[in-house]
């Protein structure tokens, strides 16, 4: 029963999403028009714009725009891109690879580097390292990403070129997984040093809490080494929490990962978005929005499903004041 609860409160939250973002793209300030024709939408005369919206059916309202949207989005079919004049499904598809290169290995460097940072911390609470770690994260949180990603492009590409500052990979080289890598090297450093002293602090906190807890004096009093404890017990006890953690933290990382994208000019689907917002492409805009919420919704429900198999226990608002928190 709960599992048919979670399929249904899915379906509807992405239905509810889908209606959203019509709506507010149809209300947006701006000519479809110019998306679909370019220039010549200049020089077209008001007949001409009325048969053509009228043959893409803009002249219709919102809610029968929505209806006939709805119901080809049912069939799979996302409409023809005004910008691209290809089916919105098939530019996504093109960019879905991208995002998912930057965007997974941001996360999974995020997520790995910030365990075995508060690990280390909570295990030398209060040493030199530790207390430059919360000054640092505090710092990295106050530094938008748009800025860092500038800054990066300055020193590394501009300053002392090094490393390229835009695209996924060089003309030609398509298929070369080293251009790629490079090409990845900057965008991945913004997302990681973004969000992995956040986190870190939130590992820190909570293993801090562990070790002062009594079965880990007991652990101590039989002999057990810091490494079994830290191993065995009290990373499997902060594991659901982490987990979780990981849920509440992926709309921050895919959003992290939308707005490097549009900086560095990289090809995934924050750049697509944008393109398409920018130029009222509405079919291409609402996959792309659709998918990311889609993503995200789909990753909170198997995480938490995952978190809540390790600990039935595990008190959902704990670990959203925590996701809210500060290092200290």
Wanted: aromatic letters at 12%; one cysteine or more; hydrophobic letters at 50%.
């Amino acid at each position: 029963m709960k599992i048919l609860r979670n399929i249904l409160g899915f379906f509807l939250s992405l239905l509810l999403l889908s209606f959203i973002t019509f709506s507010l793209a149809r209300m947006a300030p701006g000519d479809p028009l110019v998306s679909y024709y370019g220039e010549r939408a200049e020089k077209m005369s008001e007949q001409e714009k009325a048969r053509s919206r009228e043959r893409l059916g803009l002249n219709d309202s919102l809610m029968v725009q929505y209806g006939r949207w709805l119901e080809q989005a049912a069939r799979g079919e996302f409409g023809l891109s005004f910008k691209y004049k290809r089916p919105a499904r098939d530019v996504m598809s093109r960019r879905i690879m991208n995002t998912f290169l930057l965007g997974g290995l941001g996360f999974v460097l995020v997520f790995a580097l910030s365990l075995g940072i508060g690990t280390f911390c909570a295990l030398h609470e209060g040493s030199r390292f530790d207390r430059f770690m919360i000054r640092a994260g505090t710092i990295s949180a106050c530094i938008p990403e748009f800025w860092l990603c500038l800054l990066l492009i300055l020193v590394f590409s501009v300053t002392l070129r090094w490393l390229p500052s835009g695209t996924a990979y060089s003309t030609g080289y398509e298929y070369d997984g080293m251009d790629r890598l490079v090409h990845l090297i900057l965008p991945v450093l913004v997302l990681v040093i973004s969000h992995v002293w956040y986190y870190a602090g939130i590992v820190r906190n909570e293993m801090i809490a562990e070790l002062k807890k009594d079965y880990i004096v007991l652990c101590r009093a039989n002999g057990f080494s810091t490494g079994q404890i830290v191993g065995k017990h009290a990373l499997m006890n902060i594991l659901p929490t982490y987990l979780s953690l990981m849920a509440v933290a992926l709309p921050h990382i895919i959003g992290g990962t939308y707005v490097v994208e549009m900086v560095f000019s990289y090809p995934g689907l924050g750049m697509l978005a944008y393109e398409s917002a920018r130029y009222h492409d509405y079919n291409l805009l609402m996959l792309t929005v659709l998918f990311s919420g889609a993503l995200i919704m789909a990753a909170n429900l198997g995480v938490n499903a995952l978190a809540g198999r390790l600990d039935p226990k595990l008190d959902a608002e704990k670990v959203i004041r925590q996701s809210e928190g500060e290092w200290f």
